[in-house]
């Protein structure tokens, strides 16, 4: 059902909630998470997040897909997640060499992963929501769908592929959620 304009406008003052009965599983690809948070201005609150998807949906796996980077603030934060009831993901950042500048390309995919850990999982969820707009997970998401999963998808415009926008049963913009799960900027 296509909206108008003004039933937009007035969705999004409204306060948002996810309407989905059953298991939930949460998906997150944090550097896709990272990214459109940081295009919004704003720095994600995991604590935050957490609670937020714990009042709206009955959570039985909560998947946080990272780079490990080796320092010691990082693996504060990997601890603080864990911490949170975050499930861990990680695997070390790789660099390719850009052969034109002599340049690395900083790289660490989790598709593969992502959709293993699905799939793994199927017979535990009715819902699965998924922070990511990688175009990848359309194949993904169709074979949810297709075994009577509801599939959202989390994401920012710009960083979503209209095809996950279509194929999902929702798409939740991340700016409907934005106040509740940004980093409140602490005063020096």
């Known amino acids: ?29 944090a550097a896709n998470l990272e990214l459109s948070a940081k295009d919004l201005g704003f720095k994600v609150d995991y604590k935050n997040l957490s609670e937020w998807l714990n009042n709206q949906v009955k959570i039985v796996f909560l998947g946080f897909y990272t780079a490990r980077f080796d320092t010691k603030e990082h693996d504060g934060f990997l601890t603080l997640l864990k911490r949170t009831g975050y499930k861990l993901i990680t695997k070390h950042l790789k660099l390719i060499k850009n052969r034109k500048d002599g340049g690395h390309l900083r790289k660490a995919n989790f598709d593969v992963e992502i959709a293993v850990d699905v799939i793994k999982r199927l017979d535990v969820f009715d819902n699965c929501i998924l922070f990511s707009g990688d175009s990848d997970f359309h194949y993904l998401i169709n074979e949810l769908k297709r075994v009577g ?14 095809e996950l926008v279509e194929s999902s049963d929702f798409y939740l913009d991340l700016r409907k959620i934005r106040s509740k799960i940004q980093r409140s900027e602490k005063k020096a």
């Open 1 to 29: 059902m296509k909206l108008t304009r003004d039933q937009v406008k007035q969705v999004a003052k409204e306060e948002f909630h996810l309407n989905l009965k059953g298991q939930t599983a949460v998906f997150i690809d």
């Open 149 to 162: 999963k509801t599939v959202v998808v989390a994401s920012l415009k710009y960083h979503v592929a209209k």
